[in-house]
Nanobody, 123 residues
């Protein structure tokens, strides 16, 4: 499975971005897709996950109130709509794939990763 993330960029605080993650290759249903992010000097952290049934999980209230994860299984693409962006959201955003429907937040449970897309939020 190959994952291609896109949609990052430079945006002012309060702005919005929509990230996409296109999957190709042999995906096995059911599968879960997730977003992680990594800021300079910090560990990679979980942002949100969505499984084949459309159930989702977010890292916390701050993210859940501003971000929306979704997926289109016909296009094999996952999205992350990010609104009210804050400078603290600046990071490289990576998408990840795992088989199964369990919504997990540990990097160790994901088997395939995309290369990441840079999101920079200026104050």
């Amino acid at each position: 499975v190959q994952l291609q993330a896109s949609g990052g960029g430079l945006v002012q605080a309060g702005g919005s971005l929509r990230l996409s993650c296109a999957a190709s290759g042999r995906t096995v249903r059911p599968y879960t897709l997730s977003w992680f992010r990594q800021a300079p000097g910090k560990e990679r952290e979980f942002v949100a996950a969505i499984n084949g049934g459309g159930y989702s999980k977010y890292s916390g209230n701050s993210v859940e109130d501003r971000f929306t994860i979704s997926r289109d299984d016909i296009k094999k693409t996952m999205y992350l709509q990010m609104d009210s962006l804050e400078p603290e959201d600046t990071a490289v955003y990576h998408c990840a794939y795992k088989e199964g429907s369990l919504l997990t937040s540990s990097t160790r449970t994901y088997t395939y990763w995309g290369q990441g897309t840079q999101v920079t939020v200026s104050s």
